[in-house]
């Protein structure tokens, strides 16, 4: 069982962004690896290394296991196919046969199912702040991902819809593995989300393995491969199983639209691509819908857009009085 203390917001809104960070880079150094490997036996290879790791830092770390039971290993088989499988099987083989501007347009369901799987369910109430927040965010990732550039066409269509898969599959782990990542010790859930992950993803990329042949290991293509092994595996997904117990299933959802403005951020920093008003006004879009997204406070009629009628209106009131 994990522990009753609860860490402060402030840490769990620095563990959420830095993993929006850390897939942001992660979209630059995938089309490294992915260009040498078949995706599902890089899908494969890297949750079996990360697997491995998370086994031996469970035990070297001394924390108490989980009691054994089907309490704790049956619910895991469904998430970890929703969580990883079916996540990571769906996006990579997609994004394989369809182009990448629909892949990145499409992912941004993400946010959006989710909010709606805990709407059904009663998980989350939809507060008009929220919806607003999550209008606001997703027209900026749209605007920033160039939407106009989305093609819809028979070439396409089973990439788009493995794609969309892929989305309606996190959601529903985003909403449905809340409750049982709150009971639960973070490090073990961790590490047999990635056993039961490396098992499915494996199974799925045994033709591929059957005709794979290693590839020269160039300095920069080993690079590449530690950092999605490392920074974009291990870390991100335990960062985000430890954040989605602490917050809400919608707002670790929210988060997601951080990392095209990430991306743009390491696209100027790295390629010297120029920072255009686009993207300038795409980001305040998807700061202004987090900013709402995440406020319990903040009503559409305090909204700054409207404060000067309200200030005009409390002002003749006080006058007529």
Same mark, same amino acid.
């Given at each position: 069982?994990?522990?009753?203390?609860?860490?402060?917001?402030?840490?769990?809104?620095?563990?959420?962004?830095?993993?929006?960070?850390?897939?942001?880079? /992660?979209?630059?150094?995938?089309?490294?690896?992915?260009?040498?490997?078949?995706?599902?036996?890089?899908?494969?290879?890297?949750?079996?290394?990360?697997?491995?790791?998370?086994?031996?830092?469970?035990?070297?770390?001394?924390?108490? =296991?989980? *009691?054994?039971? &089907?309490?704790?290993?049956?619910?895991?088989?469904? &998430?970890?196919?929703?969580?990883?499988?079916?996540?990571?099987?769906?996006?990579?083989?997609?994004?394989?046969?369809?182009?990448?501007?629909?892949?990145?347009?499409?992912?941004?369901?993400?946010?959006?199912?989710?909010?709606?799987?805990?709407?059904? @369910?009663?998980?989350?109430?939809?507060?008009?702040?929220?919806?607003?927040?999550?209008?606001?965010?997703?027209?900026?990732?749209?605007?920033?991902?160039?939407?106009?550039?989305?093609?819809?066409?028979?070439?396409?269509?089973?990439?788009?819809?493995?794609?969309?898969? /892929?989305?309606?599959? !996190?959601?529903?782990?985003?909403?449905?593995? *809340?409750? $049982?990542?709150?009971? !639960?010790?973070?490090?073990?859930?961790?590490?047999?989300?990635?056993?039961?992950?490396?098992?499915?993803?494996?199974?799925?990329?045994?033709?591929?393995?059957?005709? &794979?042949?290693?590839?020269?290991?160039?300095?920069?293509?080993?690079?590449?491969?530690? !950092?999605?092994?490392?920074?974009?595996?291990?870390?991100?997904? $335990?960062?985000?199983?430890?954040?989605?117990? =602490?917050?809400?299933?919608? =707002?670790?959802?929210?988060?997601?639209?951080?990392?095209?403005?990430?991306?743009?951020?390491?696209?100027?920093?790295?390629?010297?691509?120029?920072?255009?008003? @686009?993207?300038?006004?795409?980001?305040?879009?998807?700061?202004?819908?987090?900013?709402?997204?995440?406020?319990? *406070?903040?009503?559409?009629?305090? $909204?700054?857009?409207?404060?000067?009628?309200?200030?005009?209106?409390?002002?003749?009131?006080?006058?007529?009085?």
């Amino acid at each position: 069982m994990t522990s009753s203390a609860s860490p402060s917001p402030r840490l769990v809104l620095t563990a959420l962004i830095a993993v929006q960070i850390l897939f942001g880079i /992660n979209y630059v150094v995938s089309k490294i690896v992915v260009g040498v490997f078949p995706p599902l036996v890089w899908a494969s290879l890297r949750i079996i290394i990360s697997s491995s790791c998370m086994v031996a830092f469970a035990l070297l770390s001394g924390r108490k =296991h989980p *009691k054994v039971g &089907f309490s704790f290993f049956g619910p895991m088989v469904v &998430f970890a196919l929703l969580g990883t499988v079916i996540n990571q099987a769906s996006f990579l083989v997609g994004l394989k046969y369809t182009t990448s501007t629909n892949s990145a347009i499409l992912n941004t369901l993400i946010p959006i199912f989710t909010l709606l799987i805990v709407t059904i @369910r009663g998980q989350e109430p939809a507060t008009p702040a929220r919806i607003w927040g999550f209008v606001f965010a997703f027209t900026g990732v749209l605007v920033i991902r160039k939407v106009e550039e989305l093609t819809l066409s028979n070439t396409t269509l089973l990439g788009d819809l493995l794609t969309i898969l /892929n989305c309606l599959s !996190y959601g529903f782990f985003l909403s449905y593995s *809340k409750k $049982f990542l709150e009971k !639960y010790d973070p490090v073990w859930t961790t590490t047999w989300l990635f056993i039961y992950g490396s098992i499915g993803l494996t199974v799925l990329a045994l033709p591929d393995w059957m005709g &794979f042949h290693w590839p020269e290991m160039t300095p920069k293509l080993w690079m590449a491969a530690v !950092y999605a092994i490392f920074g974009a595996t291990l870390a991100t997904y $335990f960062l985000n199983f430890w954040a989605l117990a =602490h917050a809400k299933s919608s =707002h670790v959802a929210l988060f997601i639209y951080l990392q095209p403005v990430v991306a743009s951020l390491i696209a100027w920093i790295w390629f010297g691509e120029s920072v255009t008003l @686009r993207t300038v006004l795409a980001s305040m879009l998807i700061f202004m819908g987090l900013l709402l997204g995440l406020s319990k *406070k903040i009503k559409m009629g305090d $909204f700054f857009l409207l404060q000067p009628f309200k200030r005009l209106r409390d002002f003749r009131s006080k006058a007529r009085s």
